[in-house]
């Protein structure tokens, strides 16, 4: 998917944690957000985005999406392709 | 700015602060007094902790502390931190006043007015969601809500006015692509272990993506195919070139309406639908209020839709049995501890159903939260204003809102065929008359509606209805093509798109826009189709 859709989509969400002065809960708040309403290939792409250095997203984000753990990837793959 | 001012209930014996917003309860008989905040404060932690720090909530925390004339029903129903401030100038209705253009005497004159109702209920429509930060603002509404105390009993409560007849009922059935029936998260191993055990399937306990992820995720290959129930999104979703480009690109879509309408122009397979005269099920409005809908006709297309949806899944090897809806409806009561006591008997008995509908409540429950909230006590979220990223520019300089007529309905595929269209035949750009002198534009005139998502052409409504720097139109006709200018901006928590920010400009112009003359040419060639004839190129 075009990541740059999906670094807007979680900087969003991001803007709404941000608003806890906690930003430890902050954080877990947003990756609670990713695990629990992303489907496993954006979450994947996101995780993977965030480690080749994470270009537009927040730092709140980021911290974020490294709480997240490792998606497997079996559910895009396509047969024959 | 206003001083927060403190209130003591003497029918109680009481206290509560109202702060800015001024409560008042029905009931309560109560003083306006200058001091004794961290008194009430102090009652207040005992009762509640607060899980917010924004001023605003805390004051409402403190407000709703103070619901003490039905001490049984109310007290102890929120989660107050103590730690929170109490005021923030940022918050006053004289700082939102420069956000928002609505003057702050306003605000307090409505905050007061909903506060003192006694019963005061909140009921919001698309205007409210279809924003980058509507889940936000649904979230304070509840905040509100549960300030003043207007949950939990007849009268009051907050009720989102849906923009379809049976969204509450889909959005109850799991068709989140998160949640299972009752609104249960897939990862919830029990109760996808109730459906494995029910449907002899293996389910996934990841969510699924959403519509839009759905688009996006066609375009690059990963999402193939789709099946479209009673939904038109090559008309009603945002961006319509990029929806057209991804519904082009799966390799298997198929549409099931009552209507060609403009998604079936991109389908492999077209099914056809029933209305609602012609089949058995039931509508769920937004008080959960469920409806019988009664067969009064045979379907014209023979089947009714879930009919044919169970022959669809019967041909792609797994079968369905069901003989009549109602063994649905036991299905769904067998699974969903909200539908437990519910059948189509008890329903044509009753009339209607309030769900939950359960052994302890086998004639449904009229009244949702009495006493507790289903999650234990009430969470006050924090809500801070985040403005949307869409402005207005020197190369865009209005904004656009879109919405309904009362004429038709949505994408118009029921009412555009009716005498409706002697009330509206076409969808019109209303614009402010100092925006349209500003443009040479007189009613009328054919202008062109330019965003940085596309372009269309439809006729102009000089009008002081909308208000200078703001343009209007509705998306009921497809030639319109109203949403190839709005964006793919969406609400942060439910991507919902923001239908009511699109910065664009406006120009008077005399013939349709490319994209018109391309869903000319589309609509032509598809009639061509139809009518068995070869498209000559």
Known sequence: MNVDRLVTMANDIGAFFDAEPDKVEAAKSIASHLRRFWDPRMRRQIIAHNVEGGTGLKDIVRSAIALLPAVADTRDQIPNK | ?537
């Not at chain 2, 006493?371 to 190369?395: A, C, D, N």
């Not at chain 2, 239908?499 to 406006?506: I, M, R």
């Open chain 2, 1 to 537: 700015m206003a001083t927060p001012m403190a209130c003591a209930g003497s029918a109680s014996g009481a206290a509560l602060i109202g702060g800015e917003l001024g409560i008042a309860f029905r009931g309560i008989q109560y003083t306006h007094v200058a001091s004794g905040r961290q008194r009430v404060c102090d009652t207040a932690k005992e009762r509640f902790k607060l899980d917010s720090t924004r001023p605003a909530d805390f004051r409402h925390a403190h407000a709703f502390a103070g619901i003490d004339r039905t001490p049984a029903l109310l007290r102890a129903r929120a989660v107050i931190r103590a730690d929170a401030p109490s005021h923030d100038p940022r918050n006053s209705p004289e700082a939102t006043a420069d956000i928002t253009g609505v003057d702050a005497d306003l605000v307090r004159r409505a905050a007061r007015l909903y506060a003192k109702a006694g019963n005061g209920a909140i009921y919001y429509g698309l205007g409210v969601t279809e924003h980058s930060q509507g889940s936000t603002m649904v979230i304070g509404i509840a905040n509100l809500a549960m300030a003043t105390g207007n949950l939990g009993r007849e009268g009051v409560g907050v009720i989102p006015l849906r923009g379809q007849n049976n969204v509450q009922g889909a959005c109850d059935m799991g068709s989140f692509p998160h949640e299972l029936s009752g609104y249960r998260h897939v990862s919830d191993a029990s109760t996808r272990a109730s459906f494995e055990t029910a449907w002899g399937v293996k389910l996934d306990a990841e969510p699924g993506l959403r519509l839009p992820n759905m688009f996006e995720a066609a375009l690059d290959g990963t999402f193939m195919g789709v099946y479209i129930q009673g939904e038109d999104p090559a008309q009603s979703d945002p961006n319509t070139q990029h929806i057209a480009a991804a519904l082009t690109a799966m390799c298997c879509v198929v549409v099931q309406d009552l209507f060609l309408n403009e998604t079936a122009h991109y389908a492999h397979v077209f099914l056809p639908g029933s209305s609602f005269l012609e089949k058995n099920g039931t509508f769920t409005n937004a008080e959960r209020r469920v409806s019988p809908v009664r067969k009064v006709m045979e379907p014209r297309a023979g089947l009714e839709d879930w009919e044919v949806t169970m022959r669809l899944s019967n041909a792609l090897g797994y079968p369905m049995h069901y003989r009549h809806p109602s063994e649905i409806m036991d299905e769904i009561a067998r699974l969903t501890p909200t539908f437990a006591a519910f059948s189509y008997e008890k329903l044509d008995r009753l009339g209607s159903i309030q769900w939950p509908c359960t052994d302890n409540a086998p004639e449904g429950t009229p009244t949702m939260h009495v006493g507790k909230f289903v999650r234990g006590k009430g969470k006050f979220l924090l809500t801070e204003y985040v403005p949307t990223t869409e402005r207005s520019t020197r190369r865009y300089p209005l904004l656009l809102t879109t919405g309904r007529m009362l004429a038709h309905y949505n994408v118009g595929a029921q009412t555009r065929r009716t005498a409706n269209v002697t009330w509206a035949a076409a969808d019109r750009l209303e614009i402010h008359p100092d925006d349209a002198e500003m443009r040479g534009i007189k009613e009328g005139d054919w202008v062109g509606v330019a965003s940085r998502s596309g372009e269309i052409v439809l006729p102009a409504d000089v009008t002081d209805r909308v208000r200078p720097g703001v343009v209007y139109t509705t998306f009921h006709f497809p030639e319109t093509g109203a949403n190839v200018v709005t964006t793919e901006n969406s609400d942060w928590a439910t991507n919902c798109p923001e239908y009511k920010v699109t910065a664009v400009e406006v120009i008077k112009v005399n013939d349709p826009s490319a994209w018109q003359k391309r869903h000319r040419e589309l609509i032509e060639q598809q009639l061509q189709f139809l009518r068995g004839q070869a498209v000559q190129k």
